[in-house]
């Protein structure tokens, strides 16, 4: 497999992960890849087996995020994650924070890209189509559990999301549209074509 270099720094062992292959289309073949499927179980499961057979030096998650704040087929370098749907304020809890957990509500992990806007991802196991919140800026599936898993492995992390709806009524339709062009987008922001 082909290793890349970031920010002036090689990597020999790289790992992309995408939710599906409609995100990948066939643009990222000479390079170790995994498809998790959709949502945070479904993510998890899938990048720590991957940390057990391929021990990455790197994990690089593409795919297609909604945002209110950037415009639809924008590339941006998240760097900040929430679980978006993990919420038992109504116990005393903070808003995002896992119960009794160590980690903070807004999980800090990731490498940013200085040609990139920066962007928070707020994950949950919906697809969201009346985005109100604040305090997270792009929404999709699986970001926040890969970056939950690769701070607790001290494996580097870099997300990257394509900008494919806006988290509206319109969610939809958009991202049939967006997932195409996609894989295109998110291989160049790296400097791979």
């Not at 066939?26 to 720590?48: M, R």
């Not at 987008?185 to 074509?193: E, F, I, T, V």
Request: glycine share 6%.
């Amino acid at each position: 497999m082909k290793k890349i270099t970031l920010k002036k720094s090689e990597f020999q062992r790289p790992l992309f992960v995408f939710a599906m292959k409609e995100e990948a289309v066939n643009l990222f073949d000479d390079y170790q890849l995994i498809f998790t499927g959709l949502g945070k179980i479904n993510a998890s499961y899938e990048l720590t087996k991957a940390i057990a057979k391929y021990a990455p030096d790197i994990i690089i998650n593409l795919g297609t995020a909604g945002s209110t704040l950037f415009n639809r087929g924008e590339v941006v370098c998240c760097n900040q994650f929430v679980q978006r749907d993990m919420d038992v304020s109504a116990l005393g809890f903070e808003k995002f924070k896992t119960p009794f957990a160590k980690e903070e509500s807004i999980l800090k992990y990731g490498l940013e890209l200085d040609e990139l806007n920066l962007g928070t991802c707020g994950t949950g196991d919906s697809f969201e189509t009346e985005h109100r919140n604040t305090e997270y800026n792009v929404v999709d599936m699986e970001a926040y559990a890969l970056a939950a898993i690769a701070q607790r492995e001290q494996i580097p992390f870099l997300c990257l999301k394509y900008i494919s709806d806006g988290a509206d009524d319109n969610a939809v339709d958009d991202w049939n549209e967006g997932v195409k062009k996609a894989a295109k987008a998110l291989k160049s922001s790296l400097g791979l074509d």
